[in-house]
């Protein structure tokens, strides 16, 4: 719920700003390119200007990031490591044709795996179909000495009786996640957090736990994946030190204690309560840590680590494990801070429900970071805002951290230079040069207001408890975020504040946003299937219900050219009326847990393509050949020794993905095949 992928597909090129390090212009931005993804490099301003404490945490917190990258292929499918692996062994031992065109595309299908921590896609869910034989397969692991195998699943033939149909039978394990009105969920979705145990089961187990008197509820679930035990009593395996991903925990929790040896007073006891979080499994000792780590807002480093966002779970439950190093921007955190210290502004003139306006905002802490390192959910894919902690109570009484990722927005508009998006979708010059000048600074602005205040804003009517809205709460949520961020940017009291030049910024936005909801995003999903994703379905759904109450004045048009069709918009200001209308029925819907009208909406609105205009649109995106996908490759941070004693950390680009893969294979993967 609390993260934004990046908004706005490529829709602008610029000569840009920020940082001098990454004006260099032949750094090679984009590293590796298969299927419908580019893989890219992102830098890291000011790590060598650091004292070397920080310099020696950032390493650290780094090395923690990483370990934990073979429980997100784990959560995503019980089978993913034995895949990975042995595809892995494969590929090390291959002694043939490298240019053989079969072989090529096991390779691709690797660089896939990778990518998408697992045999599924990480954006869309589904399973990739190999385009390679079974029989081809099946002849490379023979030639694959045993050594380089995953034997200790089991067998050769216990191996590939179980990858074999996992990877190649397209009935089996179809969907990562499937939350499909009327199915099973549990059962539907191929991911791992539960095992053998029903959707029913799943909610009596929890139901049964939830204290509602608790003013201070524990996130139940959120560290476990639920299973049953030999009597067939449903129980938590939960991950922790000792407990399931407890190899890879040890490792983690290593680093981590390294990290706590050369932080801040500050930092220490925070890095402290999550070490022990972590030894516990407990999850009144993950609100600990994170009731200390909301509060700090002033350390320079910062970073995320552990089982934190579950949209992986179709209950919305269950956690993925993701990690993240920052060092904060100080330059770029100035536009963050003016928007925090007007937060009580937003809030109090927000176009809601005046009884839905908090009428206190609290700690809304905004900055602007570089991240170092990625890690588990947040690499090689990963979003360019954050908003956490996740704990409803938590937020409401110390507030919540919320970051834009500056190196990696920057990073992905340097790899889209000249690609040709604008003049293909937006019709107009106007609208064109318009983002071209202040689509970057629309965007971050939009992910500002969105994080920071979109989230945070607004409350619950008494009686109200927060959940009511299930499976669509996700994108209604997330619509609610948007349309504060959308609302705004059309606001003087930007130009007041001095955050932009003008109500062109918002222009620019306004018109990239609607043609992404309404057209562009299908880029990214395949023919004949609806929109899934709930940020997707958030933008889909705002762009569509502004296009029909806006009609009868022809605020949003379709127009025709060359036979091409074309999104524009003719009236910026009753779009933005629009806008807060929307914002207005959005809260209400959250506020009240409206579940009827909340579903109706996303129904109506946020889930069906047009089967022919999602044609259009593959085809003229596939002319440009644009990938719809993007994720980084991390910088190796390398400790300059003097003796045993570390005396520098410097900053190395690689220029290999399958390298830093394998790298990653062999040097950071704890786990067994089975978990
Ligand atoms: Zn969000």
């Given at each position: 719920m609390k993260k934004v992928l990046l908004l706005i597909m490529m829709t602008s090129i610029f000569a840009s700003c920020t940082q001098e390090q990454q004006t260099e212009s032949d750094f090679q931005w984009v590293i590796d390119r298969f299927d419908d993804v580019k893989v890219i490099r992102y830098q890291v301003p000011e790590f060598d200007a650091l004292p070397l404490e920080q310099k020696l945490m950032v390493y650290y917190l780094g090395e923690a990031a990483k370990c934990g990258r073979d429980i997100m292929f784990d959560q995503n499918f019980k089978y993913n490591l034995a895949i990975r692996r042995t595809l892995e062994g494969i590929y090390t031992n291959y002694m043939g044709d490298p240019n053989h065109e079969e072989w090529q595309k096991v390779v691709k299908y690797l660089k896939k795996v990778w990518f998408a921590n697992g045999i599924h896609h990480h954006y869309s869910m589904d399973k990739f179909q190999p385009e390679f034989s079974q029989e081809y397969f099946v002849k490379l692991v023979e030639a694959t000495p045993d050594e380089a195998l995953p034997l200790d699943f089991g067998t050769r033939e216990e191996l590939l009786a179980a990858i074999v149909p996992a990877m190649f039978d397209s009935s089996l394990y179809a969907r990562r996640l499937d939350q499909s009105e009327g199915v099973d969920m549990i059962t539907a979705s191929a991911n791992n957090y539960y095992d053998g145990v029903t959707q029913k089961e799943v909610e009596k187990f929890y139901a049964d736990m939830i204290d509602h008197n608790d003013p201070q509820p524990i996130s139940y679930g959120l560290n476990s994946q639920l299973t049953k035990d030999a009597s067939g009593k449903v129980v938590e395996r939960v991950w922790k030190q000792g407990g399931m991903y407890g190899e890879a925990i040890d490792k983690i929790l290593y680093w981590l204690e390294k990290a706590s040896e050369v932080t801040n007073d500050t930092q220490k006891p925070i890095i402290d309560a999550l070490c022990e979080y972590y030894r516990s499994g407990n999850l009144r000792d993950f609100d600990k840590y994170n009731v200390l780590w909301v509060q700090d807002v002033e350390s320079p480093i910062d970073f995320v680590n552990g089982f934190i966002e579950d949209y992986g779970d179709p209950m919305g439950r269950k956690a993925s494990w993701e990690a993240n190093v920052s060092l904060r921007s100080d330059e770029a955190t100035k536009r963050t801070q003016i928007i925090s210290e007007n937060a009580q502004w937003f809030e109090d003139n927000s176009p809601i429900n005046p009884a839905f306006r908090k009428p206190e905002v609290k700690g809304v802490s905004a900055k602007v970071i570089n991240v170092a390192m990625l890690g588990g959910d947040c690499y090689p894919a990963t979003p360019i805002g954050i908003n956490l902690p996740n704990a409803d109570w938590i937020r409401r009484d110390y507030g919540s951290k919320s970051v834009t990722i500056d190196n990696i927005t920057y990073a992905y508009d340097q790899a889209a230079k000249g690609n040709g998006f604008d003049e293909e979708f937006i019709l107009r010059e106007e609208d064109r040069a318009r983002i071209n000048e202040f689509g970057s600074l629309g965007d971050n602005l939009h992910t500002d207001l969105h994080e920071c205040l979109g989230h945070g804003s607004g409350q619950l009517a008494p009686g109200t408890k927060g959940g009511e809205l299930k499976n669509y709460g996700s994108t209604l949520e997330e619509a609610r975020a948007d349309l504060f961020g959308l609302y705004y940017l059309g606001d003087e009291k930007l130009v007041e504040l001095g955050l932009v030049p003008s109500l062109d910024v918002a222009k620019a936005q306004y018109a990239s946003y609607i043609v992404n909801g309404m057209?562009?995003?299908?880029?990214r999903i395949e023919l004949g299937k609806d929109v899934e994703e709930a940020h997707m379905r958030n933008r889909k759904l705002i762009a569509e219900w502004c296009y029909e109450k806006g009609k009868a004045d022809n605020v949003i048009e379709w127009v025709t050219e060359n036979g091409k069709r074309y999104l524009v918009v003719n009236d910026f200001d009753k779009l933005r009326e629009l806008f807060g209308q929307m914002l207005y029925e959005v809260q209400r819907i959250k506020s009240e847990g409206d579940f009827e009208t909340g579903k109706a909406l996303v129904e109506n609105y946020g889930v069906k393509i047009d089967p022919e205009l999602h044609k259009e649109v593959l085809e003229r995106y596939n002319a440009l050949n644009i990938e719809p996908f993007g994720g980084f490759i991390n910088p190796e941070l390398v400790p300059v020794m003097k003796g045993d004693k570390i005396v520098d950390v410097k900053v190395e680009y690689v220029d290999s993905y399958v390298d830093q893969m394998l790298n990653y294979s062999k040097n950071y993967s704890f786990l067994p095949t089975r978990n």
């Open positions: 057209m562009t995003q299908y880029s």
